[in-house]
């Protein structure tokens, strides 16, 4: 369903909660366009807050700093969904809030989330929420060995989570995971992992960039390789998920789906997230309009453009004091393209900035190929994980 849907003007303010390096990316594709970023973020020297135009400080929960953010600001969204129920029903009391809290909520719960994406049709690994010990147990018994347990909520790198291996482990999870409410899913033997990152306007238009595979090191994305090294139907079926998802849930902004290859070729989607993502860093360098532009295009009410991608690429994190202490390199090595994110320290396992390399289409160089076409960054990664 398309319908007309009146922009938002130059020098409009868009709200953006949260502020690190996605929303730094955010803020400098709205200027370009036009707009004023506005971020709330707990101090006044983060990533984003650096290239925005203003910043609210405030927690998270501080409902009188999100009021005050909330009158200061034309629209609202997100590079961080982990604000409470009160806070973005307060939100959506002031201005246009994109994507919906009902949305955010969703995402904010792995049970609710699993529980969205079987009803939406999206297949996923088998899952079952878990509220006790005894249910861990019941739980293992349906689900097999081995399984991940996970907290519900405000998990990500890996953190939160842990491999059920034999009955063994389940005492050691249980007492680092609990009281939080949980869940077990079972192990997916994966291929690879890939994500779609989709788009959908005010006016329901929806556009999918291509599907990417994703390599982690320590639990933390290292490798983003554009487009994801799978067959043409792989790709077909992981953005056609996407897309239907996007609509299933009423989207207005970006929503990235992180989905499991198994062995057998099927797609699972792991989990999903209503903003820009590590995973679509690569559309700034490769595609007309990057992830970030698609985001505030949605979020302001004009059209979206085709998520054509013009270009291979490959896409490497700079984590930590050690891929950072490269930087001096990466600068003095051709092609590749540097982002930093302004963060003053460099602590271990924290996401400093990351480097990009085009690639003619077709161009991708598989295996080794990718950690030799870093330059610089392939030494770093011979003490890696395989590319
Ligand atoms: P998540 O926080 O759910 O994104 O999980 C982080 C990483 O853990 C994923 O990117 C996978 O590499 C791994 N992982 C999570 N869930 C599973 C699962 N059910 N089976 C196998 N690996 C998983």
């Known amino acids: 369903m398309t319908g007309s849907v009146n922009p938002l003007p ?3 303010v868009i709200g953006i909660v949260g502020g690190g390096q996605l929303g730094r990316m955010s803020a400098m594709a709205a200027a370009r366009l036009g707009y004023r970023a506005h971020i709330f973020a707990p101090d006044a020297n983060t990533p984003a807050s650096q290239v925005a135009a203003a ?8 409902l009188a700093a999100l009021r005050a953010f909330g009158e200061a600001v034309d629209v609202v969204t997100f590079e961080f ?4 129920a009160a806070g973005l029903d307060l939100l959506a009391s002031l201005k246009p809030v994109h994507p919906s809290p009902l949305i955010l909520r969703i995402s904010q719960d792995r049970v609710a989330e699993k529980g969205f994406l079987n009803g939406a049709g999206a297949p996923t690994g088998a899952w079952m929420p878990v509220d006790g010990r005894d249910e861990l147990e019941h739980a293992v018994a349906l689900l097999g060995l081995p399984a991940v347990l996970k907290t519900t ?7 939160g989570q842990a491999i059920l291996r034999s009955p063994g482990d389940l005492d050691t999870a249980w007492e680092r995971l609990s009281p939080k409410p949980l869940i077990l899913e079972s192990f997916v033997d994966f291929a690879c992992e890939i994500s779609v990152i989709v788009a959908r306007g005010q006016d329901g238009a929806v556009v999918a960039f291509d599907a990417v595979e994703n390599r982690h090191k320590h639990h933390i994305l290292d490798l983003t390789l554009a487009p994801a090294q799978v067959v043409p139907e792989i790709v077909e079926r992981a953005q056609a998920i ?3 998802l996007a609509g299933a849930i009423g989207l207005v902004g970006l929503l990235a789906v992180e989905m499991f290859v198994d062995r057998d070729g099927r797609v699972l989607v792991n989990e999903m997230a209503p903003r ?3 995973s679509g860093h690569w559309t700034i360098e490769a595609c007309a309009a990057s992830q970030f532009e698609m985001h505030v295009r949605a979020v ?9 991608r013009h270009a291979d690429a490959v896409m490497k994190n700079l984590v930590g004091p050690d ?3 490269l930087w001096p390199e990466i600068m003095a090595t051709p092609g590749l393209i540097a982002h930093h994110y302004g963060k003053r320290e460099a602590r271990a396992g924290r996401k400093m900035g990351h480097v990009t390399r085009l690639f003619p289409k077709g161009g991708l160089p598989g295996a080794f190929g990718v950690s030799a076409a870093l330059g610089v960054l392939a030494r770093e990664r011979q003490g890696g994980s395989a590319p």
């Open 242 to 244: 996407a897309m239907e």
């Open 55 to 62: 910043t609210t400080c405030g927690a998270f929960e501080d």
């Open 276 to 278: 820009p993502h590590n």
């Open 153 to 159: 909520r405000m998990g990500y790198d890996g953190r």
């Open 300 to 308: 302001a009410g004009l059209p979206l453009p085709p998520a054509t």
């Open 10 to 12: 130059f020098n409009a």
């Open 323 to 325: 891929d950072l202490a």
């Open 81 to 84: 969904e982990n604000v409470d």
